[in-house]
């Protein structure tokens, strides 16, 4: 078990536990994706946390104050 150190989630990395730490991440798990080995290294849980930690915003939680860009002000 894990806890992302963003959102606090307690979970489990698709790639388990390291069983070899002394090897390189790659050459222990050569066949798994960058983003699994990342999970296993960093313990960040998800995409989603990925950018929240990282400061990527999401325009899907853009509040009414930014305005939409190319639009004019109404007030």
Same mark, same amino acid.
């Given at each position: 078990?894990?806890?992302?150190?963003?959102?606090?989630?307690?979970?489990?990395?698709?790639?388990?536990?390291?069983?070899?730490?002394?090897?390189?991440?790659?050459? +222990?798990?050569? *066949?798994? &994706?960058?983003?699994?080995?990342?999970? #296993?290294?960093? /313990? $960040?849980?998800?995409?989603?946390?990925?950018? +929240?930690?990282? *400061?990527? &915003?999401?325009?899907?939680?853009?509040? #009414?104050?930014? /305005? $939409?860009?190319?639009?004019?002000?109404?007030?």
């Amino acid at each position: 078990m894990t806890t992302c150190p963003n959102c606090g989630k307690v979970y489990t990395p698709v790639l388990g536990s390291r069983k070899h730490p002394e090897l390189l991440i790659q050459e +222990e798990f050569p *066949g798994a &994706p960058p983003w699994q080995r990342e999970q #296993l290294q960093t /313990g $960040i849980c998800s995409d989603a946390c990925w950018d +929240e930690y990282l *400061g990527v &915003p999401n325009p899907r939680k853009r509040k #009414l104050e930014d /305005g $939409i860009p190319g639009l004019p002000e109404l007030f």
